[in-house]
């Protein structure tokens, strides 16, 4: 079959490569219909995330067709439509009957999950197309792909329900609307939201949808601000305006209740701090660059809530400790529970609460992926998000 | 007054977290939870012919009769070493406690121990494996293939064991089938 894979920084290519098979009895094949190029694909694209290798496919945002099913998956069906969410839960672990699915014990391979187990005290779960640390699964944006735990992660989609409609269950939905949760949204409460890239977006939505007053929204490519702005945000372009001076005026000296970090790892920004984690980045000093989320930090309310979708791989410098602990504020973080959103949200597609769709500015065959990542990467105020269609 | 109180004062943490651990063999201990009734990880553990399933260097176990095996194991450069493992505590439900046989290259106790979980979570399963390294040259290559990084390869059956468990199969991501890539 042919797949998108990466071969080094900023070097993707689609490659043939072998067919996936069933080889645990849980496992499915899915033909994929539809695959998107997501955000945290980029901190992969610009090297960001150890433990790649090369010829690793990528992808861990798709749908498609059940082609073959293991003997032991009573649950699914040749022919079913599904959207499968990135991140693999065996459904049977004490995180996993705790619907903490991202912190499954089961579906990262007992070789690979040694590693996160040095980095991060235990080991960490599976994943679709993301590192040789959630296990080396072989990602989506290809045309076929094999499932684990089949029987516990895709989600069959009723018929009248186009592709792109449901598509981003599989990761960027569930993501932002757990970031909204974990804000712990109280009603009259404000919203402050950093990254108006795709999480970013919906976590305005789903701010909303669960009962914020208000949301402020920052970034500070135009395109994006003006997507925040039909969601019903107020934006504040951070290369206009001084950010917390504005957050604390907005809000009347009172600050935003609850921040969201829907920035991640590769915060843009001139500030002197990100000036010097991007040069220490450059020579192999760092991996992360924080400069949103010690913004979001210091601007957050005293007794205030922190989430943070955005994705982070390792250490950080300079982290504002001192806000965090003498403010007294509340931080929720992690990868996202998938599994346990996707019905409800699902229910909300489908009742026209949530639409997703004005997200897509680009639809590219397979063959075309390496132009989108290029794109995606580089012309960030245009490119909101590409969808790839490998059949 | 204080020297006797720091080697009187009992520590609540198992001896194989030690940082400096006095004495000649090497002890491994890990603990996993596994979400299952103790009964059935006993069994399974206790019919010693499914141990391959979950153990990667176990080739095969000849079981001979009720407390004696014979084990074959993948040695380095597709080398095998046998020998013979003797049952010498079972207690069902709870234990297993193995010893090798004295002939054996590499001498080697160990026990599976498994208890209620506190909160209803399952068992805590703890493996307790102690290593002898061989005192002359013989049985050098295998003695290494144990040493080289004998917690990494029991931390690895242990989560091998509570996949299998759990979920009834055992995580991979092997290529190419399991995992398809470009060359």
């Given at each position: ?363 590219l065959p397979l063959e075309k992926a390496p132009e989108g990542y290029k794109m995606f990467k580089e012309q960030q105020n245009e490119v909101?998000?590409?969808?790839l269609k490998p059949h | 007054m204080s020297d006797k109180i720091s080697h009187t004062m009992a520590d609540d943490a198992p001896i194989s ?57 993948a040695a380095p450069a597709g080398q095998t070493v046998e020998w013979d493992s003797i049952i010498v505590e079972d207690e069902p439900g ?90």
């Amino acid at each position: 079959m042919r797949a998108l894979t990466w071969h080094g920084k900023q070097d993707v290519r689609v490659d043939s490569v072998p067919d996936p098979e069933i080889v645990n009895p849980r496992d499915a094949i899915i033909k994929i219909t539809s695959t998107a190029i997501c955000g945290s694909d980029l901190h992969l694209y610009d090297g960001y995330i150890p433990t790649m290798k090369s010829g690793d496919i990528l992808g861990h945002e798709f749908m498609g067709e059940v082609v073959e099913v293991g003997r032991g998956n009573e649950k699914l069906a040749k022919g079913d439509r599904v959207v499968v969410p990135f991140v693999i839960a065996c459904g049977h672990c004490f995180f996993c009957e705790k619907q903490q699915f991202a912190a499954c014990d089961n579906s990262n391979p007992a070789e690979t999950a040694d590693m996160s187990e040095i980095l991060y005290g235990y080991p960490m779960t599976g994943a679709f197309g993301y590192s040789h640390l959630t296990g080396g699964y072989a990602g989506g944006q290809a045309e076929y792909v094999r499932v684990p735990y089949s029987d516990v992660g895709p989600i069959v989609i009723p018929d009248g329900l186009e592709d792109e409609k449901v598509l981003f269950l599989s990761d960027i939905l569930p993501t932002g609307w757990m970031a909204a949760v974990n804000c712990d949204i109280e009603p009259g409460d404000t919203v402050a939201v950093w990254g108006c890239g795709p999480v970013g977006l919906f976590a305005i939505q789903s701010a909303f949808v669960l009962g914020a007053s208000r949301v402020i929204a920052i970034d500070h490519y135009p395109r994006r601000l003006e997507l925040a702005k039909q969601l019903g945000a107020e934006v504040v372009n951070y290369q206009e305006v001084r950010v917390h001076e504005a957050l604390v005026e907005m809000t009347g000296g009172i600050g935003p209740d609850a921040c969201i970090d829907a920035v991640g790892l590769e915060s843009h920004g001139m500030s002197i701090d990100n000036v010097l984690d991007l040069a220490k980045a450059k020579v192999g000093l760092a991996t992360d660059r924080p400069a949103a989320l010690r913004q979001v930090i210091v601007a957050c309310r005293k007794g205030g809530r922190v989430s943070i979708p955005g994705v982070y791989g390792g250490m950080a410098d300079k982290f504002p400790i001192g806000a965090l602990m003498e403010k007294g504020l509340t931080i929720k973080s992690g990868q996202t529970h998938v599994q346990k959103f996707m019905p409800q949200l699902l229910e909300m597609i489908g009742g026209g609460k949530l639409d997703t769709t004005f997200l897509i500015s680009h639809r590219l065959p397979l063959e075309k992926a390496p132009e989108g990542y290029k794109m995606f990467k580089e012309q960030q105020n245009e490119v909101t998000k590409v969808v790839l269609k490998p059949h | 007054m204080s020297d006797k109180i720091s080697h009187t004062m009992a520590d609540d943490a198992p001896i194989s977290t030690a940082k400096h651990p006095n004495m000649d063999a090497m002890l491994i201990g890990r603990t996993v939870t596994i979400n299952r009734p103790r009964e059935d990880l006993y069994a399974y553990w206790r019919d010693l012919r499914n141990l391959p399933n979950f153990m990667e260097n176990v080739r095969a176990i000849r079981v001979i009769d009720d407390r004696l095996s014979r084990w074959t194991v993948a040695a380095p450069a597709g080398q095998t070493v046998e020998w013979d493992s003797i049952i010498v505590e079972d207690e069902p439900g709870r234990l297993i406690a193995w010893k090798s046989s004295q002939d054996a290259d590499i001498l080697n106790s160990g026990r599976i121990e498994f208890r209620d979980s506190p909160a209803g979570r399952g068992t805590e399963v703890t493996a307790t494996i102690l290593y002898d390294p061989p005192a002359g040259a013989a049985g050098k290559l295998v003695a290494k293939l144990f040493q080289k990084e004998p917690n990494i390869q029991a931390r690895r059956e242990l989560r091998r064991f509570k996949q299998l468990m759990e979920t009834g199969e055992v995580s991979t991501a092997k290529p190419p089938h399991a995992a398809p890539r470009a060359e």
